[in-house]
């Protein structure tokens, strides 16, 4: 009876002394790796363009029906895009995203990422609608792509 | 057909079919799918593109005939040396078909490989992206990798006009647009410039297209070369909810494809593979379905309580509606009551239209407003056979000779003209066109005789036709109660002298007898007729005269008819058919039959009124003179058809009660007590009737604007109102009811009309009988044609068919505004220039015009398109006699015009 008894107490104590594997969130965050798919992000081209035309591959390929884009013409003057078509609206419904990643797979232009935000809680439901404003990056991150 | 077949054997499947099958037609029989491109079932073979291909075989025999037999016994095939197109290859005995051989997979590859050579890759900005063949085929048959790496051909892309965009990139030069156009449309706008690889698809001057703009260029091309404006970017095919449904822009009842996202409609398409259209569709199909979701639709009922309308509550304005008819009923009785129009309704809602006006107990319903004079209600029925299986658009395609009167079809059925257009550039057709105007169909390009009538010739013309056809010898085939009116008819038609005729009419008595000769000895043969005849003051004279053609000509016999009445109105036959007239009830019934009325006062429960009711035009003048103290005009905007505007007026400022069902607050519902609003066709079920009297289905693509009701339930809640027991839970209910009492419809039911409805006939020999009877022409006598100013011609055009189109902007912008069209020599005549402000005056009132050249307009007349929203011809008078004349003077201020 005893036996058992220390063994376990010897697990106990073991940990005792380690450092812990919890972070103090939100103070302490961790880093999250580089294929982690979290909040997506819509990326601009190095000179400030959108990459997303509009072309809705993403809205078909999500298996969660959650995306939906309306496209437009450019203004050929005050282009958004390259191209003829840019993302009038472009609605991600957050609750329901699966966070499978087949919308950036599909995406021919380079557009779409899900990117390492998970801080995902509102106290609407509505709110869970990120819109186009919401999803593209700003200027300064003109040319960022994650890192795969 | 004859029995004989050929077998062929594709990818081992032995199939047999008629001789002179194409391959890829014979593939699809058996079931194996064979790629094409620049091959249309609607044109002949090209073998343009080459993606087709195929290795093609025949069994290889000794010189004395036998077969070689290989090493197991089956017979050799010797194989031609190089891949044949299937799409160019007809069938032979014993042919034998490989489309999945490596040489075949590998020739194909290598097709896509080429068509790809220049192809952009731009799919995701291509609208025709997810349902482009191209895409398809080349995820099917393509590589994955592309072995060129040289710069690709570019092209600067082009609006051709407001609706064809052009993105030269992307095209593969399968000349499917450029055939089209001119095969079918008729219109020969496209063209290919350059040469190899440089071909580039345009207009001949580069400039935006001055054509049809149907967009069917559009619909064929397989690819994103050519793609819709108005569609530009809206949606990916796969976003759309797909509905078909029967077009509500004429009588021709085409299958449209409204492609739904949300609430709103996107696009309209063609059906490629059923309907009577199939992918065909004009301008108003295509691009006219935004009034749908206009802003200015009802939203609900309005009523005028004190002075002004002001929107009230469904129940209020069906409860005050009830009331005030029941009152007027009480106090002038039941014939103070009229019901006009309902030739836009669905079969269901005229059905019910008309029940309720005869419930109420009057029989002054009529949806033909736009009559200038009474005509019998079977009258446009006996001039088509009486009910004898009707000539169907396909066999008007494949006619020889086909007659078309005194209509201007591409405005009044425009899908008809295309039939006719490709009868002719494919089958021989020959065009026969009467008509004061050298309308499309009359131009020397589709080889046609034109027979320029003179406005006010019209009963003279049929006249001399059918005596000419009586010059050739004893007509045939004729029931004999028709046959014995034929010596009456002869001796009154021997007044008819070709001098006089052509004094008349203005055509050449030899002209005459060719058109009689063509018409009377061409074995298929048609005559085609639309609302110039039946809207024309002598519209009674001139339907029998018609009947008389077809009778002494063969186009009418014991058994068939091959004459058409290409209506007005997408409910034009339905509203006929459903007793919308004043002397017959459903199904043609006589009402002054007791046997006749006996099922439907059964069914509806009330003792119906046996005297026939007055005509549209006879309800005006008697509304007008107050004896018609109520109206109820249901989706016709009657100060715009009515004969005399005038007229119109006063009756609708002196009636007690005016209730207008309407989608939009038009004129004439602005001086309605009531206003109930009312459901487009894309937000209701129903069966409407198109020239051909078949039965189709429309579909609901929408849930009803918020509002708004069908006509079906505000005809029941007033009915219920006044104490009728309707309970009718839907449309299919009505119909139910309609295939029980109505002769030609018993027997069908809306799971009959599936994809393609029935065409129906009457069950025994005809509904209404025919006959040969004399014709007088009212209107010859010496003096009426020599009156002085310019006879008024008013007519359908293309991008104007009334209220709705003035609610489309596309359309609007398309018709480029009213315009007093001269030809060029009377304008001169006049002083004019183009461009200059016209004063046209009528016996009753005048109009203000911007003159215009149109060479198609004959000297001494002026043509003034009726249905722009700035144009009321029916200010100018009611056409008196054979037509109206118009003087016409430059305007003194030349400031606003059509104010
Ligand atoms: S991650 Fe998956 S579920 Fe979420 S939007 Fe993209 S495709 Fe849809
Ligand atoms: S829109 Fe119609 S008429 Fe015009 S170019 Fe295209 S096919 Fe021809
Ligand atoms: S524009 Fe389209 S239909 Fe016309 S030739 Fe090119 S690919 Fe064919
Ligand atoms: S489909 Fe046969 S050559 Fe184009």
Redesign the pocket.
């Known amino acids: 009876m005893i036996k058992p008894l220390a063994t376990g107490l010897a697990v106990t104590f073991e940990n005792l002394f380690k450092k812990p594997f919890t972070v103090q969130y939100p103070e302490e965050r961790l880093e999250m790796f580089p294929r982690f798919?979290g909040l997506?992000i819509l990326a601009r081209h190095e000179d400030g363009l959108e990459r997303c035309v509009g072309c809705e591959l993403?809205a078909v390929?999500?298996?969660?029906d959650?995306?939906f884009v309306k496209a437009a013409e450019n203004d050929a003057d005050a282009p958004r895009s390259h191209g003829e078509r840019y993302a009038e609206r472009y609605e991600?419904n957050m609750l329901?995203?699966?966070?499978?990643?087949?919308?950036?797979e599909a995406c021919p232009e380079d557009a779409i990422f899900?990117e390492k935000d998970y801080e995902l809680s509102d106290y609407r439901r509505e709110a869970f609608i990120y819109t186009k404003d919401e999803l593209l990056v700003g200027p300064e991150k003109a040319g960022y792509l994650p890192q795969r | 057909m004859s029995a004989k077949t050929v077998k062929v054997t594709i990818n081992g499947r032995a199939i047999a079919v008629p001789p002179g099958t194409l391959l890829t037609d014979a593939a699809r029989a058996a079931e194996v799918h064979i790629p094409v491109f620049c091959s249309h079932p609607r044109l002949p073979p090209l073998g343009a593109c080459r993606i087709c291909v195929v290795e093609v075989g025949m069994p290889r025999r000794d010189r004395d005939g036998s077969p070689v037999l290989g090493a197991d016994g089956s017979p050799e095939i010797a194989w031609m040396p190089k891949p044949q197109t299937a799409c160019t290859t007809t069938v032979a005995d014993g042919m034998v078909v490989a489309t999945e051989s490596p040489g075949a997979v590998r020739a194909r590859k290598g097709v896509m490989e080429f068509l790809l050579v220049n192809h952009p890759l731009d799919c995701p900005v291509c609208d025709e992206g997810g349902e482009c063949q191209l895409q398809d085929l080349a995820f099917a048959f393509g590589h994955d990798f592309s072995r060129m790496d040289e710069a690709k051909r570019t092209f600067v892309s082009e609006d051709l006009g407001p609706v064809v965009k052009k993105e030269a990139n992307r095209c593969i030069v399968c000349m499917r647009c450029v055939r089209y156009c001119d095969e079918i449309m008729g219109e020969d706008a496209l063209t290919a410039h350059q040469r190899g690889v440089r071909t580039e698809i345009s207009s001949f001057d580069r400039q935006p297209l001055e054509c049809e703009q149907c967009g069917n260029c559009i619909e064929v091309c397989p690819v994103g070369a050519l793609t819709a404006l108005p569609y530009r970017f809206k949606a990916r095919p796969w976003d759309l909810r797909q509905h078909v449904t029967i077009c509500p822009w004429c009588s021709n009842g085409c299958s449209v494809r409204l492609g739904v996202r949300g609430t709103e409609i996107l696009r309209a398409r063609g059906t490629e593979h059923r309907g009577v259209n199939q992918e065909y569709l004009c301008a108003r199909g295509r691009f006219g379905y935004s009034f749908v979701s206009a802003a200015e639709r009802l939203t609900g009922p309005l009523l005028r309580l004190g002075g002004a309308l002001a929107p009230a509550g469904f129940d209020e304005a069906v409860a005050f509606t009830a009331s005030r008819l029941r009152e007027i009923a009480a106090r002038h009785g039941p014939g103070s009551i009229a019901f006009l129009g309902g030739e836009k309704l669905t079969v269901e809602e005229q059905y019910l239209f008309q029940k309720l006006a005869r419930t109420l107990g009057t029989s002054h319903v009529d949806a033909r407003t736009r009559l200038t004079a009474p005509l019998p209600g079977d009258a446009i029925l006996k001039a088509t056979g009486g009910g004898r299986p009707a000539l169907s658009l396909e066999e008007l395609g494949s006619a020889g000779e086909v007659l078309v009167l005194g209509d201007d079809l591409q405005g009044e059925g425009p899908f008809a003209q295309a039939v006719l257009i490709r009868g002719q550039h494919q089958n021989g057709l020959h065009l026969t066109v009467a008509h004061p105007r050298r309308v499309k169909l009359a131009r020397p390009k589709f080889r046609g005789e034109w027979l320029a009538l003179r406005p006010g010739g019209e009963v003279a013309l049929l006249n001399a036709l059918a005596r000419a056809a009586l010059d050739l010898g004893e007509p045939q085939g004729m029931p004999p109660g028709v046959a014995a009116g034929l010596p009456a008819l002869r001796q009154a038609l021997a007044a008819w002298t070709p001098e006089k005729v052509e004094r008349v009419t203005g055509i050449e008595p030899a002209a005459v007898a060719a058109a009689a000769r063509r018409l009377r000895e061409t074995p298929r043969k048609a005559i085609v007729f639309g609302r110039a005849l039946v809207e024309h003051p002598q519209a009674a004279a001139l339907l029998q005269a018609v009947e008389n053609l077809a009778w002494l000509t063969g186009a009418l016999t014991a058994e068939r008819s091959f004459v058409m009445y290409v209506g007005p109105h997408s409910g034009t036959q339905g509203a006929l058919d459903m007793g919308l007239v004043p002397d017959r009830l459903p199904g043609y019934l006589d009402p002054a039959d007791a046997a006749a009325r006996a099922p439907f006062e059964k069914q509806w429960g009330v003792a119906l009124p046996s005297a026939p009711g007055m005509t549209a035009p006879e309800i005006l003048k008697a509304a007008a003179g107050g004896r018609v103290r109520a109206l109820w005009i249901a989706g016709d905007n009657w100060l715009r058809s009515a004969p005399d505007r005038a007229l119109a007026e006063q009756a609708l400022a002196g009636a007690e009660l005016v209730i207008v069902s309407e989608l939009f607050l038009t004129e004439t519902a602005r001086a309605a007590h009531v206003v109930f609003p009312a459901v487009s066709f894309a937000e209701k079920e129903g069966v409407v009737v198109n020239c051909e009297r078949r039965l189709q289905r429309t579909a609901r693509a929408l849930s009803p604007l918020r509002g708004a009701r069908t006509d079906r339930e505000t005809f029941q809640a007033v009915a219920r109102a006044l104490g009728a027991g309707w309970s009718y839970r839907g449309a299919e209910d009505v119909y139910r009811e309609i295939a029980r009492l109505v002769p030609g419809y018993r027997g069908t039911g809306w799971g009959t009309m599936l994809p393609l409805g029935p065409r129906w006939a009457s069950d025994g020999a005809a509904a209404v009988a025919g006959s040969l009877a004399p014709v007088a022409d009212a209107q010859a006598g010496p003096g009426v044609l020599a009156g002085d100013g310019l006879w008024l011609l008013s007519g359908g055009v293309l991008f104007q068919q009334g209220s709705l189109s003035h609610r489309v902007e596309l359309l609007q912008k398309l018709a480029k505004g009213a315009r007093a069209f001269f030809g060029a020599g009377e304008l001169q005549r006049l002083g004019l220039a183009e461009g200059d402000a016209v004063v046209l005056e009528g016996p009753a009132g005048s109009l203000t015009l911007p003159a215009a050249v149109d060479d198609s307009v004959p000297p001494g007349a002026v043509f003034v398109p009726y249905a722009y929203p700035e144009v009321q011809v029916n200010r100018l008078g009611a056409p008196a006699g054979a037509g109206l004349r118009v003087k016409a003077r430059r305007a003194e201020v030349t400031a606003r015009v059509g104010a």
């Open positions: 798919r997506h993403c390929a999500c298996p969660a959650a995306i991600i329901r995203c699966i966070f499978c990643g087949m919308c950036e899900l």
